[in-house]
């Protein structure tokens, strides 16, 4: 006999958990099932974990830079500390309890396992039936994507998972995927001694960015010792006697202890029961309108609506879902200036339309840059300060519709580029506004300077 509630919430993602929480503290009654980690990639093999790892990696890379600013300095990288704190302070050795706990004393049911969608108000999991009056909420996420390479499927490949679970680093690694996982990666593991070769079939890295990121993150990555083969895709893979052999389209090969796949990531809906909500189960994201409704009474959010594989992403999202099931007032989802931090050091931080994109969309564009190293603070700050700032200027509004902040802390520059481009800021609004002294904010006067067709 199915169990009445108003709410299904299947998968407890950070948006997903979200949903549960808030509306159960709502006084609806709200079922939340997970059949993995409540959290989901976020905080056990994502975000929270690898900026752990990123931040030590840094924390080596700095003192290696004592030389040119402070005389010098001994360092000796070891990656015990940095395991033990991913596995006791990011992930409690990978277990949910705390996040179930706090879910449940918002008062939602928790139910551990997989859920399948089976009729049009009714969600199965196991031997228990819900059937939920006010509707169903998705947020199923995403996994890791591995293409489909001769040999590939068969070796014991890492995907982010394995990687961010590691106690003992490799003394080699290749890396197939030069995007934001790839690259933050092949950094951490290149700082702590591993020999870290990227391989990436798109001709430049992280290109879904700018090309001026693209030069910086590969300058980075070669800074730190990492082999980069841009514009060549792998063929084939081989595990033997404890190595990994990648075979090049160009006719080299790489070799290695152990191979991270970062080719990015996929929806699986095939096993959800989509259909009996009207959806496609074979579909690569579920479309949502923008209060996140994918059919009548059903939502998503999150990486499963392919808006982004961002947690700052399925927050929004959520906050939106959240609202339309409350009847409550609120603004539709815009995605006009969606941010994106790719945690290298330098960071590279974008916003909005790149200047192709812009250009694309038939836009009369203009663009300006300034170099990190030529400002004040960048000159200040001298080792470590590679970086430029880049703005998209849409001429015939005023406004930036796209900007990109690499550098020092350039994801916290970017905080003020964001905000420029959602609330649609003039540009000559932001050519008299006062830039503090001397920041690196304060490169967004100095490309503001350099707009030009």
Same mark, same amino acid.
């Given at each position: 006999?199915?169990?009445?509630?108003?709410?299904?919430?299947?998968? +407890?993602?950070?948006?997903?958990?979200?949903?549960?929480?808030?509306?159960?503290?709502?006084?609806?009654?709200?079922?939340?099932?997970?059949?993995?980690?409540?959290?989901?990639?976020?905080?056990?093999?994502?975000?929270?974990?690898?900026?752990?790892?990123?931040?030590?990696?840094?924390?080596?890379?700095?003192?290696?830079?004592?030389?040119?600013?402070?005389?010098?300095?001994?360092?000796?990288?070891?990656?015990?500390?940095?395991?033990?704190?991913?596995?006791?302070?990011?992930?409690?050795?990978?277990?949910?309890?705390?996040?179930?706990?706090?879910?449940?004393?918002?008062?939602?049911?928790?139910?551990?396992?997989?859920?399948?969608?089976?009729?049009?108000?009714?969600?199965?999991?196991?031997?228990?039936?819900?059937?939920?009056?006010?509707?169903?909420?998705?947020?199923?996420?995403?996994?890791?994507?591995?293409?489909?390479?001769?040999?590939?499927? *068969?070796?014991?490949?890492?995907?982010?998972?394995?990687?961010?679970?590691?106690?003992?680093?490799?003394?080699?690694?290749?890396?197939?995927?030069?995007?934001?996982?790839?690259?933050?990666?092949?950094?951490?593991?290149?700082?702590?001694?591993?020999?870290?070769?990227?391989?990436?079939?798109?001709?430049?890295?992280?290109?879904?960015?700018?090309?001026?990121?693209?030069?910086?993150?590969?300058?980075?990555?070669?800074?730190?010792?990492?082999?980069?083969?841009?514009?060549?895709?792998?063929?084939?893979?081989?595990?033997?006697?404890?190595?990994?052999?990648?075979?090049?389209?160009?006719?080299?090969?790489?070799?290695?202890?152990?191979?991270?796949?970062?080719?990015?990531?996929?929806?699986?809906?095939?096993?959800? =029961?989509?259909?009996?909500?009207?959806?496609?189960?074979?579909?690569?994201?579920?479309?949502?309108?923008?209060?996140?409704?994918?059919?009548?009474?059903?939502?998503?959010?999150?990486?499963?609506?392919?808006? =982004?594989?961002?947690?700052?992403?399925?927050?929004?999202?959520?906050?939106?879902?959240?609202? *339309?099931?409350?009847?409550?007032?609120? @603004?539709?989802? *815009?995605?006009?200036?969606?941010?994106?931090?790719?945690?290298?050091?330098?960071?590279?931080?974008?916003?909005?339309?790149?200047?192709?994109?812009?250009?694309?969309?038939?836009?009369?564009?203009?663009?300006?840059?300034?170099?990190?190293?030529?400002?004040?603070? =960048?000159?200040?700050?001298?080792?470590?300060?590679?970086?430029?700032?880049?703005?998209?200027?849409?001429?015939?509004?005023?406004?930036?519709?796209?900007?990109?902040?690499?550098?020092?802390? =350039?994801?916290?520059? +970017?905080?003020?580029?964001?905000?420029?481009?959602?609330?649609?800021?003039?540009?000559?609004?932001?050519?008299?506004?006062?830039?503090?002294? @001397?920041?690196?904010?304060?490169?967004?006067?100095?490309?503001?300077?350099?707009?030009?067709?």
């Amino acid at each position: 006999m199915a169990e009445t509630v108003d709410v299904v919430v299947v998968g +407890l993602g950070v948006g997903g958990e979200e949903v549960a929480g808030r509306l159960a503290e709502a006084g609806l009654r709200v079922v939340g099932v997970e059949g993995r980690l409540v959290g989901g990639e976020c905080p056990y093999w994502g975000c929270v974990p690898s900026k752990m790892m990123i931040r030590a990696g840094n924390a080596l890379a700095e003192a290696r830079r004592v030389p040119e600013l402070a005389g010098t300095a001994d360092v000796t990288a070891d990656w015990a500390p940095v395991a033990r704190r991913v596995r006791d302070e990011a992930t409690d050795s990978w277990d949910d309890k705390v996040a179930v706990d706090r879910l449940v004393g918002k008062g939602v049911t928790f139910v551990r396992g997989w859920a399948r969608v089976t009729g049009r108000s009714e969600v199965t999991v196991g031997d228990r039936v819900f059937h939920a009056t006010r509707g169903i909420v998705i947020g199923t996420g995403t996994e890791p994507a591995v293409p489909p390479i001769d040999g590939l499927a *068969d070796t014991p490949l890492w995907t982010n998972r394995e990687a961010i679970e590691v106690a003992t680093l490799p003394g080699a690694l290749i890396v197939l995927g030069g995007g934001a996982i790839g690259v933050e990666l092949a950094q951490v593991f290149a700082r702590f001694g591993v020999a870290v070769t990227v391989v990436e079939a798109a001709d430049r890295l992280v290109a879904l960015e700018e090309p001026e990121s693209s030069d910086v993150a590969q300058a980075a990555l070669v800074r730190d010792g990492v082999t980069v083969h841009a514009g060549v895709s792998a063929t084939s893979v081989r595990h033997d006697a404890g190595r990994f052999t990648v075979a090049l389209a160009d006719g080299r090969s790489v070799t290695a202890e152990q191979l991270l796949v970062a080719t990015g990531r996929k929806v699986d809906l095939s096993k959800l =029961g989509v259909e009996h909500l009207g959806l496609d189960a074979s579909a690569r994201s579920i479309a949502v309108d923008d209060r996140m409704r994918a059919a009548d009474r059903v939502w998503a959010v999150g990486d499963v609506t392919g808006h =982004g594989a961002f947690t700052h992403m399925a927050m929004y999202q959520a906050g939106i879902a959240i609202r *339309d099931i409350l009847g409550q007032d609120g @603004p539709p989802a *815009d995605y006009r200036a969606t941010p994106r931090v790719t945690f290298t050091d330098p960071e590279i931080g974008a916003v909005g339309l790149t200047e192709a994109q812009a250009r694309e969309a038939g836009m009369s564009v203009r663009v300006g840059t300034a170099q990190v190293s030529s400002s004040s603070r =960048g000159w200040i700050h001298k080792a470590g300060n590679e970086g430029f700032i880049k703005l998209v200027e849409d001429t015939s509004r005023g406004v930036l519709v796209g900007a990109t902040s690499a550098g020092p802390a =350039g994801g916290e520059v +970017l905080s003020a580029l964001t905000v420029a481009v959602h609330a649609a800021v003039p540009v000559e609004t932001l050519r008299h506004m006062i830039y503090a002294y @001397p920041t690196f904010h304060r490169g967004i006067e100095d490309a503001l300077r350099d707009l030009r067709a």
